[in-house]
């Protein structure tokens, strides 16, 4: 989502019109494009962001049981 969400707008800009389907289709060959390197900040991003999630939801039940 990170790497998307990072991209989304320029996809848009370099192809005027494009259904929301073509963006879609168009930011999954750009990722399958990336060497395993330019991915990693995104999978950092991915991961530091599940831990928080998993932390936040930690924290809702434990509210939520007392």
Same mark, same amino acid.
């Given at each position: 989502?990170?790497? !998307?969400?990072?991209?989304?707008? $320029?996809?848009? +800009?370099?192809?005027?019109? $494009?259904?929301?389907?073509?963006?879609? #289709?168009?930011?999954?060959? #750009?990722? &399958? +494009?990336?060497?395993?390197?330019? #991915?990693?900040?995104?999978?950092? &991003? !991915?991961? !530091?962001?599940? &831990?928080?999630?998993? =932390?936040? #939801? +930690?924290?809702? =039940? !434990? =509210?939520? =049981?007392?």
């Amino acid at each position: 989502m990170f790497f !998307a969400n990072e991209n989304r707008d $320029i996809v848009r +800009a370099e192809n005027p019109g $494009i259904s929301f389907g073509g963006v879609g #289709k168009l930011l999954g060959e #750009k990722w &399958k +494009a990336l060497t395993p390197e330019g #991915k990693v900040p995104y999978e950092q &991003k !991915a991961e !530091a962001d599940k &831990k928080r999630y998993e =932390q936040e #939801k +930690a924290n809702y =039940q !434990a =509210q939520q =049981q007392e």
